[in-house]
């Protein structure tokens, strides 16, 4: 996806920044993105981006091709200009600041490492210009430990290592030079799946280790909400949702970013005013997207207050249980993953197929009866909440209730 193939960090190690630095101020490390705007000829690519991201925490942009998400990570390292808007680093404004003076460090997708220099070569790479041969040497073990490789792969080549242990490498050698900012674009999208998950975790750790703020950037909502403290939704060009993983999968905005963050159950719905619903899988305890963070689905949580009225009810397909008083309902489809196995069951009334998700299960036969019972809560989009509602859930129809 990336048009960033360069892989470089390039102030002075942080904390002990050069008095003469722009970023040299006495704030505490982080990034902070206020009205970016982004226009390819004469076409708005990004709309008035904010976004904050804590020293020390890492934050995933997540959204679907094409949303933007390359763009906003150039305009973070200093390749793009945006037409509006400022980027900060330390509270310091580094809009107009040169990429190789700012404090970022950048992973490529394909880790962008030199074919023609070795693991060694291609870390010291990212060390200040300058850097004694001892001082070198023992800042390519120290890098290699941190990373978790063998320092006897030091003189390999990149063709000689696996995918994983490559973007092993390219961590270190954007570490190399302590950045206040590591930006990671789709760094894990070329590794198969088992090897994406273990160098994902290792990465996840290597960075709480040293405590760097990170900006990842990634189409994969899994990827997002297992990595990062906070994920940012974007899509067309508008960040839709910011918010810690629970809070965006769990209360989505609107039924479009739920789509996008996971399989989604949308049920039309006739609300009560007292914070349940009515569907055709019964009554639901409903809560706003808007409400308090919740501890947990089951929780007794912040429900809205509010008049009769229609609306849409979301849920996750895993809180819809199969039991034998359940709304009635018939298997058409169902598959098995390993770990958890789907079902798509039709329910008498409703025109959309109700997605079902039991883990440690049997795959289900088509055309058996079964009975659906929802667990914990739904998110409740009004109808007249402008957008948020049934109307945007395609193909959904209300329903009177039963
Ligand atoms: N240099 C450019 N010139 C013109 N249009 C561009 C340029 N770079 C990006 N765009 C357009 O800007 C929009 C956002 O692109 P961007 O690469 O930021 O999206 P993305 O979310 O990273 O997509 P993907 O996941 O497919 O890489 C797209 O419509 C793209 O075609």
């Not at 076409?43 to 890492?58: F, Y």
């Not at 763009?71 to 809009?95: E, K, N, Q």
């Not at 706003?288 to 009810?313: C, F, I, R, W, Y």
């Not at 789907?342 to 036969?365: H, I, Q, S, Y």
């Amino acid at each position: 996806m990336s048009a960033l193939t360069l892989n470089t960090s390039t102030s002075e190690p942080h904390p002990a920044a050069a008095a003469s630095s722009p970023l040299d101020v006495a704030t505490p490390a982080g990034l902070e993105v206020t009205g970016v705007a982004v226009s390819f000829g004469g076409e708005r690519v990004l709309h008035d981006i904010a976004l904050q991201v804590s020293a020390g925490t890492t934050t995933a942009i997540v959204g679907p091709s094409g949303s933007g998400k390359t763009s906003l990570l150039r305009v973070i390292a200093g390749f793009l200009d945006p037409g509006s808007g400022a980027v900060m680093l330390r509270g310091a404004d580094v809009t107009a600041v040169a990429p190789h003076r700012r404090s970022i460090g950048l992973v490529a997708q394909d880790g962008a490492l030199f074919p023609h220099l070795d693991v060694a070569g291609n870390i010291a790479f990212g060390l200040p210009r300058g850097t004694r041969r001892r001082e070198t040497r023992r800042r390519v073990e120290e890098l290699l430990d941190l990373v978790s490789l063998d320092r006897e792969h030091a003189r390999r080549r990149p063709d000689q290592l696996s995918g994983g242990q490559r973007q092993r490498v390219a961590l270190a050698r954007a570490l190399a030079r302590r950045p206040d900012v590591i930006l990671l674009d789709e760094p894990f999208s070329a590794l198969d799946a088992g090897l994406r998950e273990t160098t994902r975790q290792a990465v996840r750790e290597i960075l709480a280790t040293t405590g760097t703020t990170t900006v990842l950037v990634t189409h994969d909502q899994d990827e997002a909400l297992s990595f990062a403290d906070q994920v940012a939704v974007l899509q067309e060009g508008r960040l839709s949702q910011i918010g810690s993983p629970e809070s965006v999968y769990r209360r989505p905005r609107d039924t479009r970013t739920a789509q996008f963050l996971g399989e989604s159950v949308l049920l039309p719905a006739r609300t009560t005013g007292t914070g349940r619903a009515t569907t055709a899988l019964g009554e639901i305890r409903v809560i706003s997207p808007d409400a308090a963070e919740l501890t947990a689905p089951q929780n007794s949580p912040e429900v809205p207050d509010g008049q009769p009225g229609h609306g849409t009810v979301m849920l996750r397909p895993e809180q819809i249980e199969l039991t034998e008083q359940g709304t009635p309902g018939i298997v058409v489809s169902s598959q098995y993953f390993g770990h958890d196995t789907t079902a798509v069951v039709a329910v008498e009334g409703l025109k959309e197929l109700v997605r079902v998700r039991r883990l440690n299960a049997d795959p289900l036969r088509a055309g058996a009866a079964v009975g659906l019972t929802v667990t914990g809560v739904g998110v409740l989009y009004p109808a007249a909440s402008g957008g948020s509602g049934a109307a945007d859930a395609p193909g959904i129809e209300l329903l009177s209730p039963r």
